[in-house]
T-cell receptor, first 114, second 118 residues
Framework: GENVEQHPSTLSVQEGDSAVIKCTYSDSASNYFPWYKQELGKGPQLIIDIRSNVGEKKDQRIAVTLNKTAKHFSLHITETQPEDSAVYFCAAPSGTSGTYKYIFGTGTRLKVLA | GAVVSQHPSWVICKSGTSVKIECRSLDFQATTMFWYRQFPKQSLMLMATSNEGSKATYEQGVEKDKFLINHASLTLSTLTVTSAHPEDSSFYIC??????????????FGNGTRLTVT
């Protein structure tokens, strides 16, 4: 089955700096990798995702890169702002189209210091 | 689009009672919904996969008679915590994916339910 590891567990950056969170996965058949942002007391919100047919995807200040050979993908947040402070989770699918589930990383608590 | 509504957002109940949590996909049909449990400062732990019109699939270690799941329609799944005890206190979150989607499609999450059992 799929195994997802996420690092770092906590990350503090100064406002305006960049933040990078990395995840590795084990199942080479996985081909979809979402990133979620969870604010305190709320459910996770999808912020960006990438499919295995591309190596990078960008949406304003957020980007995700994928290295299928090395089986890792990363979230990049540029020009960080205090409202980026939250817990971020990566995920990867496990199973087949008929019976699948998502395996989540252990989360990264990002704190942007003003 | 892709809004998932979860109710209630918080509930306090007495030990021994049952609590029902609803998860609705508001603007899409969801063949599959997932129920998670999250402890403070921890990741999401999948409890069960709910499929419309069939029995839920529970993860290892999750008591199916304790956590009853019903997915009666393409827009509604319910989780009932039966005979709740203080150790059942937790944050419960549901998620759903679009009907006809596969395992490489995004999940959309509800805002969670904070259950406190006294």
């Amino acid at each position: 089955g799929e195994n997802v590891e996420q690092h770092p567990s906590t990350l503090s950056v100064q406002e305006g700096d960049s933040a990078v969170i990395k995840c590795t996965y084990s199942d080479s058949a996985s081909n979809y990798f979402p990133w979620y942002k969870q604010e305190l007391g709320k459910g996770p919100q999808l912020i960006i995702d990438i499919r295995s047919n591309v190596g990078e995807k960008k949406d304003q200040r957020i980007a995700v890169t994928l290295n299928k050979t090395a089986k890792h993908f990363s979230l990049h947040i540029t020009e960080t702002q205090p409202e980026d402070s939250a817990v971020y989770f990566c995920a990867a699918p496990s199973g087949t189209s008929g019976t699948y589930k998502y395996i989540f990383g252990t989360g990264t608590r990002l704190k942007v210091l003003a | 689009g892709a809004v998932v509504s979860q109710h209630p957002s918080w509930v306090i109940c007495k030990s021994g009672t049952s609590v029902k949590i609803e998860c609705r996909s508001l603007d899409f049909q969801a063949t599959t919904m997932f129920w998670y449990r999250q402890f403070p400062k921890q990741s999401l732990m999948l409890m069960a996969t709910s499929n419309e019109g069939s029995k839920a699939t529970y993860e290892q270690g999750v008591e199916k008679d304790k956590f009853l799941i019903n997915h009666a329609s393409l827009t509604l799944s319910t989780l009932t915590v039966t005979s709740a005890h203080p150790e059942d206190s937790s944050f419960y979150i549901c998620s759903a994916s679009h009907r006809g989607s596969s395992y490489n499609s995004p999940l959309h999450f509800g805002n969670g339910t904070r259950l406190t059992v006294t």
